[in-house]
Structures are given as structure tokens and as C-alpha cells.
């Protein structure tokens, strides 16, 4: 485990297992059921960290994204791939949000969100970038983003 360790709720958490296998090439490390046989806990390895999930319960407050209507949280993953990573999630159902560009801090990124209403998103890392550049670019994009909605 790392110091910090995603804990995913998921209408239907035994499905987004299945999906983070197909979508993130997850292997599962664990799963437990309630008595209904929704999940309580399940975990699955991405990469080199662990992602834990559980079934919504809303009498103990545990409501996921859909339930919500959104969620200000999105789980950022690195991959050697980027555009094939966002590719085989797009395949195994999740909605491209933002398709894959080279960025002004030296990654090529994207987001997707998953059929659960988790936002991911995913990146590799292209080129360094000196603070000065990534200064300028990010007030680059402030300014661009500014003129685009007015």
C-alpha cells in the first residue's frame, strides 16, 4: 500500500471491478460481500498502487458519484501509453471527457469517466518542462480559457 490509497464507492462496485480489469488492466486482490452480496470491500492493483472500493450504502453515508450527481474528486493515473490507455477504457465503456493533448507541463493527458461517474484522468509523462515555461504556460492557458467562454 502507498500513503494514500483511493477508496471508490460504486453503484455496483462488483461490475466496476470487472471494468477496472478491462479499462486499466487491474488485477484483483480482494473482495468481500455483505449479506446481500454487495460488495463491503473489494481492491484491485493499477500500476503500482491499490484502489479500494466498496457498494453504495446509504445508511452509513456512502453514496457514489451517480447518487451525487458528480464528484469534485478525480483519480489521476500515469501510464507509459496514454492514448492506448485512454483507448482500451473507451472500449471497455468509459466516456471520453477530454481527449488526449500534449499539455504546457510536459505530459500528454486526458480524462475519462467511468461507467460509475468516476472522472480518471491519465497521462504520460513526454517532456521536462522548466518552472518558467510552466509558469507562462499555465497563464497562457488562464488567459485562453478566459477568451473561450466569453
Known sequence: ?????????????????????KAFNATEIRRLA???GKLVHASVRIGDSVVMLMDEF???????????????????L?????????????AAGAKVVMPAEDMFWGDRYGVVEDPFGHRWSIATHIRDVSP????????????QGAADQA
Not at 80 to 88: F, G, K, P, T, Y
Open 34 to 36: 455483505g449479506p446481500e
Open 132 to 143: 518558467e515555461e510552466m509558469q507562462k504556460g499555465a497563464q497562457n492557458a488562464c488567459t
Open 58 to 76: 446509504p445508511q452509513w453515508g456512502s453514496l457514489g458519484p451517480k447518487s451525487l450527481k458528480g464528484s469534485p474528486v478525480t483519480v489521476h
Open 78 to 90: 500515469y501510464v507509459d501509453d496514454v492514448d492506448a490507455s485512454m483507448e482500451r477504457a473507451a
Open 1 to 21: 500500500m502507498n500513503s494514500i490509497t483511493p477508496h471508490l464507492i460504486c453503484a455496483g462496485a462488483a461490475d466496476a471491478v470487472e471494468f477496472y480489469k
